[in-house]
């Protein structure tokens, strides 16, 4: 009966469409849900605002711009044309994110059905659903949903046999395209070029590098010099090369403020799980491919293999990349799990098409090392859990058997902790979930076990091993577990009121109708959202975006003329401000200039939350006095 019920729905491509529908309007619902809910931050604020002055006529050009631009120019102007065909503010940034987001699933559908069939395009698009705060990350107006966007674009018309000229020319012009988005993707491009090169020959591999370098060309000649700055943020460029490169980047004897910060293991180490927590199916996945990696003689045809082994080299490099750039320390150290939504779907995609060429037995070392692995992903899940489910397992309660093995009321397993092995409550609570994690993990390994074992009794042509099926059900598990882990992927993230509406009707309106049309702001707010719904303002652009540009030491003209800021410059802006516009909880980050500066001589006004599930983001502007 159920043979024949799979065999029915193998055949009946409906059935898999209607399903996949269903997981594609679960991943709508959620986008919809968290780009009405999630709050905004420093560089939503950034791409939403420059991209409407860039593409607007709000009197900034890129090119003038310059040093200021730690990314290229397409990550400002695509969110800033669709401010422009609406009008800006959060809301047409959040519809934006939304629309980017639903093409990248519907071409990951596609493309996974033409290279892996239905079925597999069905378990990706419910994968892509089942990761919650992946889905937080894509629906608000940053550069990750709109390269992972156009990253998926260029594997659908590149990847596979028989892809005509339009075809490869179209995917590497979206890679240029790509590249001037985000330019620490630039790995990418050598890798889908030499992919070309192999699949398709090398008429269309030249088709494919002199299309992936229109776009970074015409862009480099329209801004040059100062893009150059780009790529002192991904490059380690000496200053001995004859290159105008070396002359950006910090001044020298000048520190950021936020490369002042301790970054202890136990964060490295949080980071790095919450990797996993956040794009486990992905991140699994592709480990799980490079377990179970195939023989050459086990592809179906070679275009198969150059396929997987092209998927394999792009996740691997970009994710030793990105782990550099963050975990490494070499630029935002806690962002690898924002850094890997960039390219996590590139795994769920390599998982997909590895799969067919999968062997029914792994080698002992092979498993042994399967094994470590599941044991390590158990106890990094449980420790990335820390923060939400610590607290609650600590109050679980043991019961107790006393001599006459009666069972008795029981302890709560932070009173065992802390009164038998004198391990406080808050330390207990950290603990607990890490072991939670691996205990759970370990027995799921024995079920397992235990499981194969019986099926091995029963058919006798049983061949599948051990290890692979472990790890085909801990993928399989990822899709009940993901959603349960799921929380915010930054401090402050989620919040119950409707972020939109309160810009679009209150805090919008409030800032439009405060602030005086030509007025000169001093701007120290975290987001840079607000201000879009001003009139006609002018500002310091360097402060938009906040501490992340704030210097301590270092000649103050050489700081200014490299597009950063310090409490030298502050004071000058403050004092030639017409209207200071300060957020409550952004005068924490500068004692050394907020004491010294009394702002209960300027008349205040207050304005509603920039935050409105936190009551410390008061947006307070002050007024000079005659």
Not at 6 to 24: D, E, F, H, K, Q
Not at 444 to 473: D, E, F, P, T
Not at 477 to 484: D, H, I, N, R
């Amino acid at each position: 009966m159920v043979q024949r019920v799979l065999t029915a729905m193998r055949r009946n491509s409906y059935v898999a469409y209607a399903i996949a529908l269903v997981g594609g309007i679960l991943f709508f619902a959620q986008l919809w849900h968290y780009a009405h809910t999630q709050t905004t931050l420093v560089d939503e604020g950034m791409y939403l605002y420059f991209g409407s002055r860039f593409v607007g006529e709000g009197g900034i050009e890129y090119g003038n711009f310059g040093v200021w631009s730690y990314y290229p120019p397409l990550a400002f102007m695509i969110p800033g044309l669709f401010q422009q065909w609406f009008s800006p503010g959060l809301l047409a940034g959040r519809y934006y994110a939304v629309l980017i987001s639903m093409v990248m699933v519907v071409t990951l559908w596609h493309t996974t059905k033409r290279l892996a069939g239905k079925w597999w395009a069905v378990a990706l698009v419910w994968a892509v659903a089942l990761m919650p705060i992946q889905i937080k990350i894509y629906s608000i107006a940053l550069s990750q949903g709109l390269v992972a966007c156009l990253l998926i674009l260029v594997l659908g018309f590149v990847l596979g046999e028989k892809r005509s000229a339009w075809q490869i020319v179209v995917g590497s012009l979206l890679m240029g395209i790509l590249i001037m988005t985000r330019q620490n993707m630039i790995l990418a491009l050598p890798i889908l070029v030499a992919y070309v090169f192999f699949q398709h020959g090398r008429k269309l591999g030249w088709y494919s590098l002199a299309g992936c370098l229109l776009p970074i060309v015409v862009v480099h000649v329209l801004y040059w010099p100062n893009i150059l700055h780009l790529w002192t943020y991904v490059l380690p460029v000496p200053d001995w090369l004859p290159l105008p490169i070396s002359q950006y980047g910090l001044p020298e004897n000048a520190t950021t403020l936020w490369m002042t910060r301790a970054y202890p293991l136990s964060a490295w180490l949080m980071d790095l799980a919450t990797g996993f927590r956040i794009h486990y199916l992905s991140l699994f996945g592709a480990i799980a491919v490079l377990l179970l990696w195939p023989r050459r003689g086990g592809w179906k045809s070679k275009a198969d293999m150059r396929t997987g082994v092209f998927l394999l080299v792009l996740f691997t490099g970009l994710l030793l990349e990105h782990s550099w750039l963050s975990l490494g320390g070499l630029r935002c150290q806690s962002c690898f799990s924002i850094y890997l939504a960039f390219f996590s779907n590139v795994g769920l995609l390599l998982l997909a098409v590895a799969s067919s060429a999968w062997g029914k037995g792994l080698s002992l070392p092979r498993q042994v090392i399967a094994v470590l692995f599941l044991l390590a992903i158990s106890l990094g899940l449980g420790y990335a859990a820390t923060t939400a489910f610590g607290e609650r397992l600590i109050w679980i309660k043991i019961p107790s058997i006393d001599a006459g093995f009666r069972i008795g009321p029981g302890y709560y397993i932070w009173d065992i902790l802390e009164n038998r092995f004198q391990i406080p409550y808050f330390e207990g609570a950290r603990m607990i979930a890490p072991w939670a994690g691996l205990i759970l993990g370990g027995l799921l390994l024995v079920l397992i076990s235990l499981v194969h074992r019986l099926i091995k009794l029963k058919y006798s042509q049983w061949r599948v091993s051990y290890g692979m099926l472990a790890l085909c059900v801990f993928w399989g598990a990822g899709f009940v577990v993901s959603p349960l882990l799921n929380g915010p992927f930054r401090e402050g993230g989620d919040c119950t009121v409707n972020v939109v509406d309160h810009y679009e009707e209150n805090l919008g309106e409030a800032i439009a109708q405060v602030i005086p049309a030509g007025s000169q702001v001093y701007w120290n707010v975290d987001s840079a959202v607000s201000i879009l719904y001003a009139s006609d303002v002018d500002l310091h652009h360097t402060q938009l975006f906040s501490y992340w540009t704030y210097v301590h030491g270092g000649d103050t003209g050489e700081i200014e003329a490299a597009g950063y800021w310090n409490a030298e410059l502050a004071s000058l802006w403050i004092d030639e401000a017409d209207v200071l516009v300060i957020e409550g909880g952004e005068q924490d980050y500068y004692p050394e200039l907020y004491t010294q500066l009394d702002l209960s001589a300027l008349r205040v006004v207050e304005l509603p939350l920039a935050n409105p599930c936190d009551a410390e983001s008061q947006i307070l502007v002050y007024f000079q006095l005659p």
